[in-house]
């Protein structure tokens, strides 16, 4: 049974950085079938996917146009995690943050609980 | 505005077959799998279907997909008040490189 644990702020100032992590059990941040992913969801714009980072026998990122200048998704293996930055944020950028993994046949079958995260000074 | 378009609301009554759309395009539905999720209140969308018409484990049999060319849709036959819940469609976009997600349809058994 794969859980995704989610940790980290619920409130950034504008301008400053949002930073969450989220913890992997029942699976590996390395699996070669596997990819783990942030999507955000507000009552503006729905759900957005964020990006992902991916293992096939080197790491790899994908991210959104959208918020490509300002994301860094990254692995740590030696926790079993992935962590989200997102720089240079604004209000437009308050929502709820989930991590997810997505694998062959599944797609985005496994979430994290949530993160509701609020850009406000 | 959402890559993939749904109703933003639908209903029906306790015992009633209720069909949700979505529609999208070549690059999405038109070239992957879709997949359905049920956000009840403040949890984590939760994976309904999958592979255009699999269900999870779980899933009871009252809930069916079907894909045909860029649209989909999901069926919910003997409709529960449990079943109240906003409902979103996925897929892979070969064009955006990225999940795209429908804008979501709340669901009222009435």
């Known amino acids: 049974q794969v859980q995704l644990q989610q940790s980290g702020p619920g409130l950034v100032k504008p301008s400053q950085t949002l930073s969450l992590t989220c913890a992997i059990s029942g699976d590996s941040v390395s699996s070669n079938s596997a990819a783990w992913n942030w999507i955000r969801q507000s009552p503006s714009r729905g759900l957005e996917w964020l990006g992902r980072t991916y293992y096939r026998s080197k790491w790899y990122n994908d991210y959104a146009e959208s918020v490509k200048s300002r994301i860094t998704i990254n692995p740590d293996t030696s926790k079993n995690q992935f962590s989200l930055q997102l720089n240079s944020v604004t209000p437009e950028d308050t929502a709820v943050y989930y991590c997810?993994?997505?694998?062959?046949?599944?797609?985005?079958?496994?979430w994290g609980q949530g993160t509701l995260v609020t850009i406000s000074s | 505005q959402s890559v993939l378009t749904q109703p933003p609301s639908a209903s029906g009554t306790p015992g009633q077959r209720v069909t949700i759309s979505c529609s999208g395009s070549?690059?999405?539905?038109?070239?992957?799998?879709l997949n359905w999720y049920q956000q009840l209140p403040r949890t984590a969308p939760k994976l309904l279907i999958y592979?255009?018409?699999q269900r999870p484990s779980g899933v009871p049999d009252r809930f069916s997909g079907s894909k045909s060319g860029t649209s989909a849709s999901l069926a919910i036959s003997g409709l529960q008040s449990e079943d109240e819940a906003n409902y979103y469609c996925a897929t892979w976009d070969d064009s955006l490189i990225g999940w795209v997600f429908g804008g979501g349809t709340k669901l009222t058994v009435l």
């Open positions: 997810a993994r997505d694998v062959p046949l599944w797609d985005l079958d496994c």
């Open positions: 592979s255009n018409n």
């Open positions: 070549s690059s999405n539905i038109g070239s992957n799998t």
